[in-house]
C-alpha cells in the first residue's frame, strides 16, 4: 500500500526550530516530487515547499528563508527544517507525494498521496 | 485573499447536483491544469479531480471536473451527506512560479 506518515510537530516557542519528517512505504520517495501543505486554523490550504528534481526546490514566499525541503534516500524519508519560527506558521502539516510535470497542456502540479498532517504550534 | 477565487460557500439538498467554481487567469488556470480536493476536518486532504478532469481510481463518478478559459468547476451529483465537506482547487501560478489553491468551499447538505 502506497502510504506516508508524517511526524515531528508540537509545541515551539517563536524564534525556535523544529524539522517535521515523513517516511514513505509502497514508493521511493526520492523517485518521485514531494511537498508539504498546510492548513492554519480556521484558514485554508497553503502550498509550504516542494522538492524536485536534483536540488531544485520551491517555497512560498511566506517561508522562504526560513524552511529548507530536503530528504534521505537511504529512509525513504521527507523533511521539512523550520527555522525563526513565528505564529502564523501554527498550523497542521501535510506531506506529500506530488505528481508534477508539464506537457502540452502546461504545468500539472497536485497531490495524490498525503500524510496523516502534524500539528505544529508556535507560541509561548 | 487567493489568487484563485471559490464561493466561500455552497449548499444543496440530498440527490441534487451542485456545481463549485474556481476563477483564476491566464497566468494559473488558463494555462495550466486544475486539480480538486476534499477536506473533512481532521483528515488529510483527498485527491478528487486532477488533470482538470481525470478522476482517481476510488472516487466515485458522482464527482467530475471540468475547465473552460480561465475558469474551472467542480460537480458533485446525487449529493450526499457525507459530501458536505470543504473543496478546494489548485494550480500552477507562473507569475508566483509555483502551485496554489484557491480559498476553499465549504459544501453544506441541508
Known amino acids: 500500500e502506497v502510504q506516508l506518515v508524517d511526524s515531528g510537530g508540537g509545541l515551539i516557542q517563536p524564534g525556535g526550530s523544529l524539522r517535521l519528517s515523513c517516511v514513505g512505504s509502497?514508493?521511493?520517495?526520492?523517485?518521485?516530487?514531494m511537498a508539504w501543505v498546510r492548513q492554519a486554523p480556521g484558514k485554508g490550504l497553503e502550498w509550504v515547499s516542494v522538492?524536485?528534481?536534483?536540488?531544485?526546490?520551491y517555497y512560498a514566499d511566506s517561508v522562504k528563508g526560513r524552511f529548507t525541503i530536503s530528504r534521505d534516500n537511504s529512509k525513504n524519508m521527507l523533511y521539512l527544517q523550520m527555522n525563526s519560527l513565528r505564529a502564523e506558521d501554527t498550523a497542521v502539516y501535510y506531506c506529500?507525494?506530488?505528481?508534477?510535470?508539464?506537457?502540452?497542456?502546461?504545468?500539472?502540479?497536485?497531490?495524490?498521496?498525503w500524510g496523516q498532517g502534524t500539528t505544529v504550534t508556535v507560541s509561548s | 485573499q487567493s489568487v484563485l477565487t471559490q464561493p466561500p460557500s455552497a449548499s444543496g439538498t440530498p440527490g441534487q447536483r451542485v456545481t463549485i467554481s474556481c476563477s483564476g487567469s491566464?497566468?494559473?488556470?488558463?494555462?495550466?491544469?486544475v486539480y480538486w480536493y476534499q477536506k473533512l476536518p481532521g483528515t488529510a486532504p483527498k485527491l478528487l479531480i486532477y488533470?482538470?478532469?481525470q478522476r482517481p481510481s476510488g472516487v466515485p463518478d458522482r464527482f467530475s471536473g471540468s475547465k473552460s478559459g480561465t475558469s474551472a468547476s467542480l460537480a458533485i451529483s446525487g449529493l450526499r451527506s457525507e459530501d458536505e465537506a470543504d473543496y478546494y482547487c489548485?494550480?500552477?501560478?507562473?507569475?508566483?512560479?509555483?502551485?496554489?489553491f484557491g480559498g476553499g468551499t465549504r459544501l453544506t447538505v441541508l
Open positions: 522538492i524536485y528534481n536534483g536540488d531544485n526546490t
Open positions: 488533470r482538470n478532469n
Open positions: 509502497g514508493f521511493t520517495v526520492s523517485s518521485n516530487y
Open positions: 489548485s494550480a500552477w501560478d507562473y507569475s508566483l512560479s509555483g502551485p496554489i
Open positions: 506529500g507525494r506530488d505528481r508534477y510535470y508539464y506537457d502540452t497542456g502546461g504545468y500539472s502540479n497536485g497531490m495524490d498521496v
Open positions: 491566464s497566468s494559473n488556470i488558463g494555462n495550466n491544469y
